[in-house]
Each structure stands twice: as structure tokens, then as C-alpha cells.
């Protein structure tokens, strides 16, 4: 307890509950989440409100290692319990993350949302992020990209169908050189699309240049999408 008071008033204070839900045993149709710390505030005998905070996992971040989420795949999050069984999350990213679908690690902003609404027996959460990506990997097809940096802007990920909005994407500085099989391949723009009558998945569609230079004719440029 902290600040308790019981007087002729009623009674005064907060009441706290740690730990209370792991990683392992924390639900949230889909997204594994702790309950670290759990709060009452009571005021004059009056129910003032609820505060909880603790670890949520999104699955973009899993490394696919089985079994509980691990923290450095999760996000530190506050809430607080609003009417009309609304959770609202402010979101405190404990640093860069893996995303392996992408070859790539995610930073995320810390003005990052996460909304948590509990529907017909159900939570339905959605997280909206702002951030940005480095990538270093094979992206399929052969295709090895090491690309610094691209932001990105109002990503929707949900826990239940349509899975995500793809948000605004951009590359700095509007053009960045790329490693591509010996040659030279410029980015002017990328985005994330959806894959046509699949939810859950999504592409990142590009605008590349392809530089070849050859001893006879210089330098030549191809440009095109994927």
C-alpha cells in the first residue's frame, strides 16, 4: 500500500499487486503480455481507478525460439483503465528489435500507441508505430540488401484480421546506394503493401535503380519496382 489513510472520510490511498501475470501465462488473443505491477487508487472511499504495467510481446519482434516471449522481444508498456472497458497503453520501447521477416532491426518512437478494448468476451489490441528500420540480409530470391535506415510512420499491427495498415514509409535523403550482386542499386521509394486475400502477411514494395558500369559505355542506369 502507499499513502494510506482511514479516517471519518473513508479510506485514502493506493494499493499495489506485484508481480501478478507473466509472460508464459499473459494472453491477449495472440500477443503474450506481463503484468508486472497492478494499482487501486481509492480516494474518501471512492473507487478512483486502475493502473497496471508490465511487457507485451508483438509478434513481428518474436524470434521464434518456442515456448514464453522473451523480454528483448517485448515492449514496456503503462496503462491505465478507461470507461467502456478501454485500456489505453503508452508505450516504452526498451530499445532496437529483430524483426526476422524483414532481415531487418525495428526502432520504435516512444510517441508509439498501443489500444487495448475488451469486446464480446475478447481483448482486441491494436499498436500504431512510428519508427524506423535497418536492414541487412537476404530478402529473398538472392536478393541482399543492406539498406541504413527507412522510417515509417502510423503502422497499424492488430491481433485479429485486417492484421495492419501499412502507414507512411520513407527512405532519408530520398535516394540510398545498395549492394546488390556487384553492382550499384539506388532506393527512391518503399512501401508496405498488402498481399492480395492474405491477412496476415505483407510485402515491402521498392523503386530501384540498378547502376552497371561498363569500361566501353560508363555508366548506365536501369530503374523499376518490386
Not at 77 to 105: D, H, I, M, T
Request: proline share 5%.
Amino acid at each position: 500500500v502507499q499513502n494510506f489513510i482511514f479516517d471519518d472520510t473513508g479510506l485514502t490511498g493506493k494499493i499495489f499487486a506485484t508481480p501478478l501475470l507473466s509472460l508464459c501465462e499473459g494472453n491477449l488473443n495472440g500477443w503474450a503480455f506481463s503484468i508486472d505491477t497492478f494499482a487501486i487508487q481509492v480516494t474518501n472511499h471512492r473507487l478512483e481507478g486502475f493502473t497496471f504495467n508490465g511487457l507485451l510481446n508483438l509478434p513481428i519482434f518474436s524470434q521464434g525460439n518456442g515456448g514464453c516471449a522473451q523480454p528483448n522481444e517485448c515492449i514496456r508498456y503503462e496503462a491505465a483503465v478507461l470507461p467502456g472497458n478501454l485500456y489505453r497503453f503508452s508505450v516504452k520501447p526498451l530499445g532496437e528489435y529483430q524483426a526476422n521477416v524483414w532481415k531487418a532491426v525495428v526502432t520504435i518512437e516512444p510517441n508509439s500507441e498501443i489500444e487495448v478494448k475488451y469486446q464480446n468476451g475478447e481483448f482486441n489490441a491494436a499498436a500504431t508505430l512510428s519508427g524506423s528500420i535497418s536492414i541487412d540480409g537476404d530478402l529473398g530470391q538472392n536478393f541482399m540488401a543492406s539498406i541504413p535506415d527507412i522510417n515509417f510512420q502510423n503502422l497499424v499491427l492488430r491481433n485479429k484480421a485486417p492484421y495492419f495498415e501499412p502507414g507512411l514509409w520513407s527512405v532519408p535523403n530520398a535516394s540510398v546506394s545498395v549492394g546488390f550482386g556487384g553492382f550499384g542499386l539506388t532506393i527512391d521509394s518503399i512501401r508496405m503493401a498488402r498481399i492480395p486475400n492474405v491477412n496476415d502477411r505483407a510485402n515491402l514494395k521498392l523503386r530501384v535503380g540498378l547502376i552497371i558500369v561498363d569500361s566501353d559505355i560508363g555508366q548506365l542506369m536501369v530503374d523499376g519496382g518490386f
